[in-house]
């Protein structure tokens, strides 16, 4: 089991920065897969990928409309992967989830899909004003 919190979610212009973080309790940290999804207002039945850390933090993956706005790092020392996001618009606005499975696979292994991970955490609110 993987206890996953997150926190670090507000309200804030567009052009604002915010950083979500997910503190995960359960196993150890670098044994797993970390990624962060989002449902945006209206789409509760799709949880669109944001961005996922391979287990070593070697290798990150992206959704195009946030490369170059978004950077997913984690702490593995203190069990925590973070969402450092910058330039924020409107369309950003959603539910943030992040989402973590155990992976014996190789160290640079991501996910971008929601089916791979076992483990989430209850979500943080993103409002991004105009």
């Known amino acids: 089991q993987v206890q996953l919190a997150e926190s670090g979610g507000g309200l804030v212009q567009a052009g604002g920065s915010l950083r979500l973080s997910c503190a995960a309790s359960?196993?150890?940290?670098?044994?797993?897969?970390m990624g962060w999804f989002r449902q945006a207002p209206g789409k509760e039945k799709e949880r669109e990928f944001v961005a996922a850390i391979s287990r070593s933090g070697e290798r990150t993956d992206y959704v195009d409309s946030v490369k170059g706005r978004f950077t997913v790092s984690r702490d593995n020392a203190k069990d925590t992967v973070y969402l450092q996001m910058t330039s924020l618009r409107p369309e950003d606005t959603a539910a943030y989830y992040c989402?973590?499975?155990?992976?014996?696979?190789?160290?640079?292994?991501?996910?971008?899909?929601?089916?791979?991970?076992?483990?989430w955490g209850q979500g943080t609110q993103v409002t991004v004003s105009s």
């Open positions: 359960g196993r150890p940290f670098s044994t797993v897969v």
């Open positions: 989402a973590a499975v155990v992976s014996l696979l190789g160290a640079t292994t991501t996910y971008r899909n929601s089916n791979a991970y076992d483990y």
